[in-house]
């Protein structure tokens, strides 16, 4: 719909809640969503303080609690996360300073409101301090870029890491002074004391649709970084020993809509890790026009951004998705000792055949490669 709801609904959760008789809506969500140690995810309680903050600030606020096993030999590891999904404040054609102060402040809000929940790691949402212009190729975007280290988001950040005590996940679009003042999409993770423990720079840059980022940066060059906080490893690799995976999007609803309630969950069950997936959320239009060589008429916008982030844990569970049209803060407890369960219970690491693989991909890297096909002498 025209206002970014899903048929007036904020969430699919919503719409099967309002049509879906509740005898048979637990075995829909049972199918769609999983179940967490055998149960369904349950809501988190949550202070009324922070309930009616999230009210008062008109940003969506959900919760969800994902347990483990009890275990003789290891205590509970409960790390409460958050991921904030936002929309720029400004119309584009805001001097660009007032657009990156305005998304500051909103952000803020919210990131405080995480802070008063007890959050102790948030992520937030691909390139959060601009729009997601890329699709343009206007290079007068690139004024947004800014260090990893020194730039006003990224310091920013570390204040309210510091105010807090929370891991905070910066994804900037990042100005590399050091290298020729190369463009990077780079996430920035901060420490609880505001320190920056390192970046990560995307590793695989899209070129579809109007997804034109290769016009602005190319792939990263940071490897497969695992950063060990005091709540956690997180990355987004497991075989480096990632526990907790943040994926900082940016998707628009007609390219991968039906893909996203799957991503996250696919990676989590592959991997025997969690995955919170953060997806942008909006409507922005340009003040030109620009094409992208796929035969659509000129737009001004890149379609919906559909918002929906949401939680999914090793054992295939997932929370409820945060609202497609509305800025908003998810806040999960999850157990980290439910990745070695998933492990010891599915033995994906162990039955995983490492050395065929590496020796595949040896050879298909290699120019006089073959495919390895069996035809069928009949034919």
Known sequence: MSDGSLGGYATLEELLEAHVPADKLQHAKRVLYGLNVGEPVADLAMSPDVRERAKQMDF????????????????????????????????????FADQAKAIRDRVGQMIDTAGQAGVKVVCLQEAWHM???????????????????????????????????MVVICPIL????????TVWNTAVVIGHNGNIIGKHRKNHIPRVGDFNESTYYMEGNTGHPVFETAF??????????????????ATVGELSEPLW???????????????????????????????SGDGKPAHKDFGHFYGSSYVAAPDGSRSPSL?????????????????????????????????MYADFFARYVRPDFKP???RDPAL
């Open 60 to 95: 969506d606020l959900r919760t969800a609690l994902f347990r483990a096993a009890p275990e003789q030999l290891r205590p509970p590891r409960v790390v409460r996360i958050g991921l904030i999904q936002n929309k720029i404040v400004l119309p584009t054609d805001a001097p």
């Open 261 to 291: 309630p799957i991503e996250a969950r696919n990676a989590a069950i592959a991997n025997s890790y969690f995955v919170a997936g953060i997806n942008r959320v909006g409507t922005e239009t340009f003040p030109r026009e620009f094409t």
């Open 232 to 249: 956690g490893r997180i990355a987004a690799f497991g075989m480096n020993g990632a526990e907790l995976v943040f994926n900082p999007a």
């Open 323 to 355: 609202a497609r049209h509305k800025d908003g803060l998810l806040v999960a407890d999850i157990d980290l000792n439910l990745c070695r369960q998933t492990k010891d219970k599915w033995g994906f690491q162990m039955t995983a055949r490492y050395d």
């Open 131 to 165: 729009p997601f212009a890329f699709c343009t190729r206007e290079k007068v975007w690139c004024e947004f870029a800014e260090s990893a280290e020194t730039g006003d988001s990224v310091v920013f950040c570390q204040a309210a890491a510091r105010k807090w005590g």
């Open 174 to 181: 990042e100005r590399d002074g050091p290298h020729n003042e």
């Open 372 to 374: 390895q096909i069996l």
